[in-house]
């Protein structure tokens, strides 16, 4: 029985300390001990023990005075969950590659940013190519759309206030409220469109990964001339075949 108590009560303090790592990286990576405890609903006391915890392996810094922040250690960890997803997707995207000819995407939140995790080019020789842990403003991609618009508008509003919305091109949003319009109509249609925002002549649709552990979108990009807009009767269903496939994936895997 003692064991089982322990056990128990070890697994509580993973679950908690996972918590905490999970509320910094809300808030944008650093907060005070104090504000960590209210939003984890822990005594203080309990919050600052597993603070020292992960601290002294790493995975949180202190900062002067009473405030602390995600930690160096997690680096290498995100390393390499990277290339672990972006290895297991890299099938999938093939897929939509085989059926659409066109590049295709899969971006994850970082903080107030996309990152692209994995990528299939098309075989055209005019294709799209974006590096693999390449950080892309939400304002102005498809996949930064397709994660913005499983959050609230106010969830939004501050993500894009952290960021920033610079006009990568005349048809870049600079203003929240055009973003929020953009996204309710992505939400009435089901799947996000970049007209050109990001980069001049690329068109991109995107659509959300449901039931990620973490906020997720695939894309699929290329430009104009061959990804038309009358190509999303095709290239949509494609994507949200694929997203569901990858769900149910992530569902199968999750550990009970």
């Not at 299939?120 to 994660?147: D, I, W």
């Not at 996204?183 to 068109?203: F, I, N, S």
Request: glycine residues 10%; aromatic residues 4%.
């Amino acid at each position: 029985m003692g064991s089982g108590a322990t056990r128990s009560g070890g697994v509580q303090s993973v679950d908690r300390a996972i918590d905490l790592l999970e509320i910094m990286a809300a808030v944008g990576g650093s907060t005070a001990l104090g504000d960590l405890a209210a939003r984890a609903g822990l005594p203080l006391p309990t919050a600052h023990r597993l603070i020292r915890a992960l601290a002294s392996r790493g995975y949180v810094r202190q900062l002067p005075g009473r405030g602390y922040a995600l930690g160096p250690k997690l680096i290498r960890l995100g390393d390499v969950a990277t290339n672990l997803i972006g290895a297991w997707a890299a099938p999938h995207l093939a897929n939509l590659v085989a059926k659409s000819g066109e590049t295709a995407n899969m971006a994850v939140l970082d903080g107030a940013m996309a990152v692209y995790v994995a990528q299939v080019p098309s075989p055209h020789s005019m294709r799209m190519f974006t590096e693999v842990g390449r950080q892309v403003h939400l304002h102005c991609t498809g996949v930064g759309k397709a994660l913005l618009l499983q959050l609230p508008d106010e969830t939004v509003r501050n993500l894009i206030s952290k960021a920033g919305m610079p006009a990568h091109t005349p048809n870049s949003h600079v203003t929240s409220e055009t973003l929020l319009a953009d996204l309710a109509e992505c939400r009435t249609r089901g799947y996000a469109l970049d007209e050109g925002e990001q980069e001049v002549g690329v068109r991109c649709f995107a659509v959300p990964v449901p039931g990620a552990p973490t906020l997720t979108a695939l894309s699929i990009s290329g430009p104009v001339a061959r990804l038309r807009i009358e190509s999303a009767d095709h290239v949509t269903p494609l994507l949200r075949r694929v997203a569901d496939d990858l769900a149910v994936e992530f569902d199968q895997n999750a550990v009970p």
